[in-house]
């Protein structure tokens, strides 16, 4: 008996006139309401909402630590068989023969920018200073912390943070959905990659409550990732000369929240509205263009032969030890400051709140790579969206950081990068190495990463309205009501802000990992759905049965 042809029509109710013309009414309005509910909980009760918010992510990190580490790594194995299957890797996510619509140095800039960008500027000297200090060696006694025997160490967990296992959370979710869309013409939303599983119901209220949880995932964690670059750019600003951002203590204020977030709020609302064709693919042209220019001045002036140490032993270090640190789950033994409790400890503020991290990105990174890579085979999607950006981030991490973690082992430094604030580090770098010289050369260049910086917020940021929107409109990937865009720019603003104010980045990072959680359930199913949806295209290829369809989905239903 021959298979029967896929599902190729799933219907989603929008509606036809009125004020949400051409939205999903039930998605939409539910998001907005859980979303403005939380806005209004973190600024009129931020005590109560810190404590509970607190009380909720202490049970997350308890019971479901194996649950995000085993399922980032499934995602990991998916995509690497995914790519080295033939049968797979060479199917064109797209009608055969279709070509892809963007360069690919316009395809990595905006996959980049998008993805990660906001992160390097943070992070790329954060953490190997933060894991030269301590990580689950020095716990053990195995490497010294904040000594040369720890270096290699300090890089084989940050790459393993900021490598396969955070491009392949996006790869997943982006796959899924530009398969399922552009091969099989179903709506370009959450909800159309798990049909293989639930096939028509997810017309109905199973799919729109996919599609929330995936809108709520996408807030909480673009606002976290823009909660980190407030603070950050609020330092920059600081830096060259802009004062009142910050208080004594040099933490930022509710007046430099503010009027950091507006700027950038304000920039990524006008950009949506403009759409992926133009400012968003112009931004990230422009972030792709300073980062060259930032990370090209770190490996000719900063740490050259330390940071091609650090790249060649990190990668080589993270390779050996990738399958131990993917799979393997500390548990506590209840006694506060044993070495149990302390790995379990270091593992739920690091691996486990990245994975939250990427798990809540995922809907918004996954989409929008979905968006710009129509007519790109699987083997080159997964090649693209996986592997080259996680070169990237470790050549970011090996000359950016290698220059810090080198300046105070080796160049004087005495602390002014290490005690830093994080979101401060990378400025306090670049003033030690070039103050020196030039103080006008040293403000140059805090400029310079001030605006790389900001881009790469307005792009996050347009691109996460822009995505919103998207799953509300069923997958519409069509101009979208101004009305809509702004609300999503402000309720963004206002999520960040809010949060920011009731308990800093933590409790950002707390409402970020309570709502990666029902999501990252969504990313498994989508695993074995893709799979399964790939074989059984086998199978019908094999019997002359139809495995692509015309994409006519973009338009409002009844």
């Known amino acids: 008996m021959a298979p029967k042809p896929a599902l190729s029509k799933l219907p989603i109710k929008l509606a036809t006139s009125g004020f949400y013309r051409g939205f999903s009414v039930d998605v939409t309005v539910v998001s907005k309401i859980i979303i403005s509910a939380l806005v209004v909980w973190a600024i009129f009760w931020p005590v109560h909402a810190g404590k509970l918010l607190g009380d909720w992510n202490s049970l997350i990190l308890a019971n479901f630590a194996a649950w995000y580490i085993w399922g980032v790594a499934l995602f990991v194995i998916v995509c690497i068989g995914l790519a080295i299957w033939p049968a797979a890797g060479r199917l064109n996510l797209g009608q055969p023969g279709e070509k892809p619509e963007f360069s690919n140095f316009s395809w990595f800039s905006m996959m980049f920018s998008a993805g990660i960008g906001v992160g390097m500027l943070t992070w790329a000297v954060a953490e190997p200073v933060t894991h030269f200090a301590n990580n689950p060696e020095v716990i053990q006694g195995i490497t010294t912390g904040g000594e040369a025997d720890n270096v290699r160490m300090a890089y084989k967990w940050s790459f393993l943070h900021w490598g396969t296992g955070a491009w392949a959370c996006y790869a997943i979710a982006g796959l899924s959905m530009a398969f399922f869309s552009y091969r099989r013409a179903l709506p370009l939303t959450i909800r159309s990659s798990l049909t293989p599983l639930f096939g028509k119901s997810l017309s109905g209220p199973l799919g729109h409550i996919i599609d929330i949880v995936a809108v709520v995932a996408t807030i909480l964690g673009v606002a976290q990732t823009l909660g980190f670059g407030v603070e950050q750019f609020v330092a920059g600003l600081t830096r060259i000369g802009i004062s009142g951002l910050v208080n004594a203590e040099g933490a930022t204020t509710t007046f ?121 085979t699987i083997r080159e999607f997964v090649l693209g969206a996986m592997l080259v950006p996680s070169i990237m981030c470790f050549i970011w991490f090996a000359w950016a950081g290698g220059t810090a973690i080198d300046l105070e ?22 003033q030690f190495m070039l103050e020196p010289v030039s103080e006008w050369l040293s403000w140059g260049m805090t400029l310079l990463i001030v605006v790389l910086l900001m881009t790469f917020l307005v792009t996050s940021a347009d691109s996460a309205v822009l995505i919103v929107n998207t799953i509300n409109a069923g997958g519409d990937e069509g101009p979208k009501a101004r009305p809509h865009i702004l609300f999503w720019g402000a309720a963004l603003g206002l999520v960040v802000a809010g949060l920011l104010i009731s308990g800093g980045t933590a409790a950002i990072k707390t409402a970020m990992v309570i709502g990666a959680l029902p999501f990252s359930f969504v990313m498994v199913l989508m695993c074995f759905a893709l799979v399964f949806a790939i074989f059984n295209d086998g199978l019908r290829a094999a019997a002359g049965v139809q495995t692509t369809f015309a994409n006519n989905n973009a338009k409002p239903t009844g």
């Open 256 to 376: 430099g929240i503010i009027f950091a977030l507006v700027i950038i709020m304000g920039a990524s609302t006008l950009s949506a509205l403009s759409g992926v064709g133009k400012g968003i693919k112009w931004l990230s042209n422009v972030n792709m263009v300073l980062s060259v220019i930032l990370l090209g001045f770190f490996i000719i002036f900063g740490a050259t032969f330390f940071g091609g140490n650090a790249i060649f032993f990190g990668i080589w270090d993270y390779l050996i030890a990738l399958p131990q640190m993917s799979f393997n789950v500390w548990k506590t033994d209840g006694v506060e400051g044993s070495e149990a409790f302390l790995l379990t400890q270091w593992q739920g503020w690091w691996p486990v709140f990245y994975w939250a991290w990427w798990i809540a990105f995922a809907p918004f990174v996954g989409l929008f790579l979905a968006r710009i890579s129509r007519g790109r």
């Open 409 to 430: 082992l080796n160049g004087g430094a005495n602390g002014i990068i290490f005690d830093a604030a994080n979101a401060d580090k990378i400025f306090a770098m670049t």
